[in-house]
């Protein structure tokens, strides 16, 4: 990852996506967390001067969810999505905890997810991501 001013990255971007067609970087911070409100402030209004990044965003100031689906207001996932019957309910969740524990003691991670409806391939077990193959 390149480090310097907004202009220098920008260069070494520029000459990635000049000679490998690259069309995405994954940014991580290294000593601080500032580093990504940074980019955003400084590094990202140099790529777009340099027509390297776009600006035309379908919902200006939009969030993420309501450019990809282009309606203003669509913050989480559309109601039709699959994925939307594996939303959080807090309440739910708290009063059938207890329930939970007890009525899936010991179970597989495949058999925890047939129990819930779930997918076997991702479930969520005490707060961490187990991922069943």
């Known amino acids: 990852m ?6 220098m990255v920008a260069d070494v971007f520029e000459q990635r996506i ?4 690259i069309d995405g970087f994954n940014m991580a911070y290294v000593s601080n967390q ?13 790529l777009q001067r340099r027509g390297l990044m776009w600006n035309d965003y379908t919902v200006p ?35 059938n905890s207890e329930v939970r524990k007890d009525e899936h003691a010991g179970k597989s991670g495949i058999q925890l997810a047939e129990a819930l409806g779930a997918s076997p391939m991702n479930v969520f077990v005490a707060g961490t991501a187990v991922t069943v193959s």
Do not use: C, M
Request: aromatic fraction near 8%; avoid cysteine; charged fraction near 20%.
């Open 61 to 95: 100031g939009g969030t993420f969810r309501e450019n990809l689906y282009g309606i203003p207001g669509q913050t989480h996932l559309p109601d039709h999505h699959p994925g939307t019957k594996f939303k959080w309910n807090a309440t739910e969740a708290h009063v």
């Open 18 to 21: 000049r000679e490998a067609d």
């Open 34 to 46: 500032d580093s990504y409100e940074t980019a955003v402030e400084l590094l990202v209004p140099e």
């Open 2 to 7: 390149p480090v310097g001013a907004a202009s």
